[in-house]
């Protein structure tokens, strides 16, 4: 079974990954395989090309920070960036979960926006309400601004919860997650 586990950012997809990882799926993260993209000497000569060489921090690494503060302001900005990534990103998170054999939770934040549920079984919705979010986001150290800008390049959450097969509401403590998390499997495995 591949579970693919999407929610808008701030909501708790990576601790809700986690927990099914002590179940003993798979973990697969799709931002994960994206950095390495990006780190890629083939990414990296596009990103260049396009931006210049202030795209990249001192060490000569795409700065993700000068990138994402770019992209999230541009929209043409933020689909060339996709167009450079994501079919590679396509290809290697097919490539991690292809031994059917194993169990897999793919966390995906962009999961609906790009039309990626019928490459999953199941979808999963990590969701809170706005307010949590947004404390996390800052206990992130991402201002207001900055958070906002990222909540709403994505799609509206109550879209993502619509489409879900499965919700988990994240507004709660870590332990109600996890809790939530294993309920969740005990009823898929009926």
């Known amino acids: 079974m591949v579970i693919g586990l999407t929610g808008g950012i701030g909501c708790g ?13 798979v973990l697969v993260d799709a931002d994960v395989i994206a950095r390495q993209v990006l780190m890629s000497a083939a990414c990296r000569s596009q990103l260049v ?9 001192p060490d000569g690494s ?9 992209v999230f302001s541009d929209p043409a900005e933020l689909a060339f960036l ?8 396509a290809r290697l998170r097919k490539l991690a979960t292809a031994d059917l054999s194993r169990s897999y939770v793919v966390e995906i934040p962009l999961l609906f926006e790009k039309d990626l549920a019928a490459d999953f079984d199941v979808v999963v919705c990590v969701a809170c309400s706005e307010d ?9 150290g991402m201002d207001l601004t900055e958070a906002k800008k990222r909540i709403y390049s994505q799609l ?26 294993a309920k969740l499997l005990q009823w898929k495995t009926r």
């Open 13 to 25: 997809k990576t601790a809700a990954a986690a927990f099914f990882a002590e179940h003993g799926y």
């Open 62 to 70: 795409p700065n993700r920070r000068w990138i994402g503060n770019k």
């Open 156 to 181: 509206p959450l109550a879209e993502k919860v619509k489409k879900a097969n499965f919700v988990l509401w994240n507004d709660g403590s870590i332990e109600f997650l996890r809790a939530e998390v």
């Open 49 to 57: 090309a396009r931006w210049g060489s202030d795209c990249l921090g």
């Open 82 to 89: 996709e167009s450079v990534t994501h079919p590679e990103v």
């Open 132 to 140: 949590i979010r947004l404390q996390r986001l800052a206990g992130r």
